[in-house]
């Protein structure tokens, strides 16, 4: 009995979902059955950390979470990410932090993100600039045990007092979403410490690493993936409140610093062209790439038509004289001490505090990337299971 019950597990851990789709088919994906997600599993940084760095570090302090949650929840934002957007999306709940241990459910998957986290190891501390120790690659790793713990409870040798009904199933893994959405803190990092050349030359080395970790997802029976490209990260208010007096052509008509989001572009299509090669060798993964760049961007740059004040101010935080007192944070002010409050209406600004989005802007995010509208293939996230040819 315990040994066909084995047999019968692996073998459903082998199977995977993804149902070909020629691309006249994408035509009429209305006539497509939606996926029938057995969980969401995520990897990223903190545009979808829904309290890993939390529980690993310090928690994240109000009035972080104020809009939604009414207290802070571990996300970097007033209230749901685009990934909760996702979630609600598809009919999940918001998936739990992998780190986190109090009040978690992993019935329906894990969210291995971390807010500061990059594609790359980086050579330095969270508290140097809060670059989180958990890259891509350790979340994919963070993943492997999580299934192989997880397989042992059910088919192993479990501990009399295993709890496994927290737990997804061992053969829901392959029926399960896979979304990744990172990249924007390997560019921060590279801003600060290459030069522009130095830059360019290692995008195509972050990008076999990005590869790598959907590779070893895979190898793990991840079939299929829903990828976010990097946002517009020069157009983030924290880097262009310094800027005085720019050369001509420095900044985009937005605001935004040109080069930066040139870069960013740069990665999304290196990225795009590598995810396109990764369908041929990963043959059984259906594999989207999602430009969210584009959604943010388009967001930003027409901001008031769609009911947002200056995207380039912020709600939550105070900036003067060259102090920025980051949001929920204290800092001395003309030699008065300012904490970083917030303001009393989120919803018309885009930016929470300087790096990260506000929910309302997250939603209006959501609206135009879910539905399939950006993505490669042109399917929305319930029907990311289908493998484009
Ligand atoms: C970190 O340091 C190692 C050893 O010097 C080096 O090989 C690696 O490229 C560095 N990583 C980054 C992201 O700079
Ligand atoms: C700092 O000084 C400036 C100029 O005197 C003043 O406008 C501003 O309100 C002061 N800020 C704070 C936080 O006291
Ligand atoms: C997706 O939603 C956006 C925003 O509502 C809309 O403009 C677009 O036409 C939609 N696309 C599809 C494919 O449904």
């Known amino acids: 009995m315990e040994t066909s019950v084995k047999v019968a597990v692996i073998a459903t851990l082998g199977l995977y979902i993804c149902v070909n789709l020629a691309m006249a088919e994408v035509e009429k994906i209305g006539v497509l ?9 995520n990897f990223g940084d903190s545009n979808s950390d829904t309290g890993g760095i939390s529980a690993a570090f310090e928690p994240v302090t109000s009035p972080y979470g ?5 207290k802070p929840s571990g996300r970097l934002t007033d209230g749901r990410l685009l990934f909760d957007f996702l979630a609600e999306y ?3 709940p918001y998936a739990s932090a992998y780190l986190d241990t109090i009040n978690t459910d992993y019935r329906h998957g894990a969210n291995f993100a971390t807010g500061g986290s990059t594609i790359r190891r980086q050579n330095e ?9 958990f ?3 350790i979340q994919a790793i963070q993943f492997t045990q999580f299934k192989a713990r997880i397989v042992d409870l059910w088919i192993g040798h479990p501990h009399p007092a295993a709890d496994a009904s927290q737990l997804q199933r061992p053969d829901d893994f392959s029926k ?10 390997d560019l921060s990092v590279a801003f600060r410490t290459l030069t522009k050349q130095q830059l360019r030359a290692t995008i195509p080395n972050i990008i076999d690493e990005f590869a790598s970790s959907v590779q070893q997802l895979y190898e793990q029976g991840a079939r299929s993936f829903w990828i976010h490209n990097t946002g517009p ?10 800027i005085r007096n720019p050369n001509p052509g420095y900044l985009d008509r937005n605001g935004c610093i040109r080069y930066q989001n040139e870069v960013a572009m740069e990665f999304n299509r290196q990225l795009k062209a590598r995810l396109i090669r990764l369908r041929s060798e990963l043959t059984k993964a259906a594999i989207t790439y999602v430009d969210v760049y584009t959604a943010k961007y388009n967001l930003i740059s027409n901001s008031k038509q769609y009911g947002f004040s200056d995207p380039l101010k912020i709600c939550c935080g105070h900036h003067e004289n060259d102090v920025h007192v980051f949001c929920g ?6 030699g008065t001490r300012v904490r970083g409050d917030a303001c009393k209406n989120p919803a018309k600004y885009v930016s929470w505090d300087g790096v990260h989005m506000t929910e309302a802007a997250n939603k209006w995010v959501a609206n135009h990337a879910l539905n399939g509208s950006l993505s490669d293939p042109p399917i929305p996230v319930t029907h990311a299971c289908y493998k484009h040819l």
Do not use: E, H, R
């Open 66 to 70: 104020m809009t939604f949650f009414k």
């Open 125 to 133: 501390t969270i508290f140097q600039n809060g670059i989180s120790p």
């Open 176 to 185: 399960a979403l896979f979304t990744i959405d990172i990249g924007q803190n």
């Open 329 to 334: 944070k204290y800092g001395i002010v003309n």
């Open 233 to 242: 990260v020069g157009c983030l208010p924290v880097a262009t409140f310094y």
């Open 90 to 92: 598809i009919g999940l």
């Open 135 to 137: 890259s891509l690659d």
């Open 33 to 41: 059955s939606q996926c029938s997600w057995a969980g969401l599993y």
